[in-house]
């Protein structure tokens, strides 16, 4: 098998091997086995392709075989200064920007997330710092502490908060993103939100039995995404096709489940309780822009009542005096005729 860095597409044969080799030491469930792993498997070969740009003098590995290898010594919890040790002994390679490089390679391929600042690549998302003295496992849980610190002014989010209304209602943006570190991240003066949307990841670390991430961490990760993309909302559904036709998504998004009232409490969040309430005071204070997303408004029924009826009040006024307005110029007309033909009689 052919698992060279250069060589792209990658085949069908090897994406099954990667798929089994990456997590093997994790003991994935027979569940997460035979989950449809597509959309990581193509991150996968995007983050490959962008490390190994300029003929991949950036890193210094040159097969899928060893970056395997360095993701076995990852998970084995040894720290990023060994893994670097061990990784400059096994090639000879002496410049420890590629080595270092190769590591954020291997570790976001493990995580799905930014690591490091690259000197060959600009990216708008936010990275995941990772020391020498801190295994993986370390710099995750630093980085994805359970946060607690703001205080909701509603103690539940309400069956209306969803991506669909965020968009609709809202006027906010939503910016795709395969870096799990801006999950629910707001930007653009807060009209842009970043959504991870690979619920299938999610589902399949949630299968490991030693994952990189913190204990709940997945669970209520695909619980936000349950939260934005209701299973049992018909509107979520059809926006969400609509989204499919134009991005590179996950198409498991949509069957995340949906929340029951008692679990949509903020207090049911630990990892990312701040950012929900950042993200929905945005949304309860963003303003309808047009008669569309007033129309989708539902947040508050008497505002929306009234501004309609009023709307239908103003139509009807204007369609009524539209027609007297007629009706007046009929009868001069008509008058005006009558005077003609009286004074042609005469």
Known sequence: MDTSLQKYPISQDLRVWLLRKLWEQCAPTAEALNLDMSPYLDYYSIRCQRFSRDGGIHICV??????????????????RHNVCSILGMRLGDGNMERANSTIDLCGSLIL??????HKFG?????????????????????????????????????????ARNLVCVGGMKICWTTNIVD???????????????????LRYQRGLATSPFPDGFTDETLRTLALLFPQNDRKSHRWVRGQLAGHTLDPSILRCGSLRAQNRRFEHFSFWHDRLIILK???????????????????????????????LVFIMTLFFGLVQSVEGALQVYLSFQALKEDARAT
């Open 62 to 79: 040159k097969s899928h075989e060893t970056i395997i290898d360095i993701i076995t010594q990852v998970l084995s919890d040894a720290t």
């Open 112 to 117: 799905m997330a930014e690591i490091g600042v």
């Open 122 to 162: 600009y990216s708008e998302s936010n990275p995941l710092t990772w020391s020498g003295q801190q295994t993986l496992r370390q710099a995750v849980e630093q980085h994805f502490q359970p946060e607690k610190e703001l205080q909701p002014d509603n103690p539940r989010l309400g069956t209306l908060f969803t």
């Open 183 to 201: 999950h629910l991240r707001l930007s653009d003066d807060d009209q842009t939100v970043f959504i991870f949307h690979h619920a299938m990841f």
């Open 281 to 311: 005071q945005a949304f309860d204070e963003s303003s309808p822009r047009g008669l569309r997303q007033w129309w989708e408004d539902r947040r508050n029924s008497v505002q929306w009542y009234t501004f309609w009826v009023a709307i």
